[in-house]
Nanobody, 122 residues
Framework: QVQLVESGGGLVQAGGSLRLSCAASGRAFGSYAMGWFRQAPGKEREFVAT????????FYSNSVKGRFTISRDIGLNTGYLQMNRLTPEDTAVYYC???????????????WGQGTQVTVSS
């Protein structure tokens, strides 16, 4: 079982940046993939980005491509989501998750964090 804790959310003006962190603990997860998802009020959980822990090309949703960067530090057991040029449409609760493959649906991930709120004001 992997425990995940997100941090770094907050309130930011449009055009600003935030960096989310996802600290992992528990069983070894060197072969796990990490994903970031978000959920806005009244909407379904939406895929944002994914990457394998051991390396590989990251994958992004079209809505964040070119603005967000997913990364991980295996030594620190921590993943990150750097978010630049934020817009009000990015407002949501952001979740990190780990799973056996770098999927793009919530069902591909078995362990989830509690989420961190990101609010972008216009």
């Amino acid at each position: 079982q992997v425990q995940l804790v997100e941090s770094g959310g907050g309130l930011v003006q449009a055009g600003g940046s935030l960096r989310l962190s996802c600290a992992a603990s528990g069983r070894a997860f060197g072969s796990y993939a990490m994903g970031w998802f978000r959920q806005a009020p009244g909407k379904e959980r939406e895929f944002v980005a994914t990457i394998t822990w051991s390396g590989g090309v990251p994958f992004y949703s079209n809505s964040v491509k070119g603005r967000f960067t997913i990364s991980r530090d295996i030594g620190l057991n921590t993943g990150y989501l750097q978010m630049n040029r934020l817009t009000p449409e990015d407002t949501a609760v952001y979740y990190c998750a780990v799973g056996p493959t770098a999927g793009r649906t919530p069902e591909a991930f078995g362990s989830w964090g509690q989420g961190t709120q990101v609010t972008v004001s216009s």
